[in-house]
């Protein structure tokens, strides 16, 4: 899930303003590297990703708030099923969630 901070993904895709300066002093060192580094960063720029700019106003802690609950839910998808035997475990799961 890629995020774009400060910057247009388009900027990301056609390695342009800083992306792009950095690419030309990175392929001055290594063309082989730098052609990597682009087409990675071509193929996230192409994935939906978040543009803290367009969620929740910009409001920032939201946009930190809802990515890092995004991600939580998708890594770790918490089941309400908690063993009976496991005593105080079913609070601690509701504070968890």
Not at 1 to 19: A, C, H, L, T, W
Not at 25 to 51: M, P, Y
Request: aromatic residues 6%; neutral net charge.
């Amino acid at each position: 899930m890629p995020i774009f901070y400060g910057v247009d993904p388009s900027e990301v895709r056609n390695q342009k303003r800083k992306f792009g300066e950095a690419f030309a002093k990175q392929k001055a060192k290594s063309v082989t590297k730098a052609e990597l580094w682009r087409k990675a960063l071509v193929d996230a720029s192409n994935i939906a990703g978040w543009e803290p700019k367009h969620v929740a106003n910009g409001n920032e802690s939201k946009v930190i708030e809802e990515i890092v609950d995004t991600i939580l839910d998708r890594l770790c998808p918490l089941s309400s099923n908690v063993d009976e035997d496991l005593v105080g475990m079913t609070t601690r799961v509701l504070d968890l969630k």
